[in-house]
């Protein structure tokens, strides 16, 4: 039996083979995207680690998450980050031993001088000045792994003053603080940020 389709003339077994066809190229189409979806959510969770898991929880889904992300890596991309000059690192290297020593007499105060002194050395790699959150988000970027500890030392210095902060809070906020400053001082390149597409 011949079947006429756009001027043309096709058996049963014609269109049989063709629908078939078709199909099998949708369901490759559809497998190939799913993979590639899979990498993109792979390689941002492995670059961004628990910042990754905090953006979908803020934003509901993974793929808003993502998307986040992106346009967080795309800011960046744009921005002028340095490394320091080497009389810049060691002015940042004696002002922290300052701060630090003051922790034992005046611990409240260490940690306000310590979240200044990060701002301070954030500001001189290149990183804009702007609100905590804007200014995270931009740090996780290169440097995901201190990002918890960023967030967690800030919040004990932003809320002193407001609510007494215990002397164990205030250590770890320091011990925080310490791991985010030799992160931002080390001589490096930060990670290289690949766009997934």
């Known amino acids: ?31 190939a995207y799913v993979e590639k979806r899979k990498t993109k959510t792979a390689s941002l969770r492995s670059r961004f680690g628990s910042e990754y898991a905090r953006a979908v ?6 793929r808003e998450a993502e998307t986040k992300l992106a346009a967080r890596e795309t800011r960046v ?23 630090q020593a003051r922790f034992l007499d005046h611990p409240r105060l260490a940690v306000t001088e310590a979240d200044d002194l990060i701002n301070a050395l954030l500001e001189a790699r290149g990183y804009p ?29 932003v809320r002193l003053g407001q609510v007494d902060a215990s002397t164990e809070e205030l250590r770890t906020a320091m011990i925080e603080y310490r791991a985010i400053f030799d992160e931002l001082l080390q001589a490096k390149t930060p990670i290289e940020v690949k766009t997934a597409a």
């Open 77 to 99: 991309a744009t921005l002028n980050i340095r490394e320091l000059a080497v009389t810049e690192r060691e002015r940042f290297v004696s002002e922290w031993h300052t701060v």
């Open 57 to 62: 929880d803020n934003h509901g889904s993974a």
């Open 129 to 157: 000045q702007s609100g905590f959150e804007q200014r995270a988000a931009d740090v996780s970027v290169h440097y995901p792994r201190v990002m918890q500890d960023y967030r967690h030392a800030h919040s004990i210095a």
């Open 1 to 31: 039996m011949q079947y006429q389709f756009m001027g043309y003339d096709f058996t049963a077994t014609q269109l049989i083979v063709a629908a078939i066809v078709l199909v099998l190229l949708i369901v490759i189409a559809i497998a």
